[in-house]
């Protein structure tokens, strides 16, 4: 998982929380806000884990959102945390991909006036993506 930044029309600075799974290459969770904070990333990841259960694996970078409660979190429900080294993006060479697709086919494409704009935009990119973009790994 990673961040992606934008922002709105008025100047205001947003994030994305994006969460795509490596293997069958699905977004499971775009996650909108300002701020987005440890304890937002954790409630996502609980959300998730509910609907589709834990993974063994999370690869992430040394931001301060994934450290602490993150941490805590992942030693407490046995997931691992592969931190990718500062510097590095190449060894999370997926998810970097994926950002650039996102900020490719919709946050450059799109004039956020609201958050609540911005929420549904990128919920509509996530499930056109996911739904109706044929991928081998999720049965074509």
Known sequence: MDFVSHSLITGRRFRAL????????????????T???GVRVVNTLERLAELRGLAEVITIDNRPEFVGMLDEWAFRNGVKLNFV?????VENAYIESFNG?????????NWFITLKYAREAIKAWRVDCNEFRPRSSLGD
């Not at 080294?85 to 993006?89: M, T």
């Open 18 to 33: 994006t969460i795509p799974n490596d293997f069958s290459r699905e977004c499971l969770a775009i996650e909108v806000g």
């Open 101 to 109: 697709k996102l900020r490719d086919e919709c946050l450059n494409q």
């Open 85 to 89: 080294r500062p510097g590095k993006s």
């Open 35 to 37: 701020p987005i904070g």
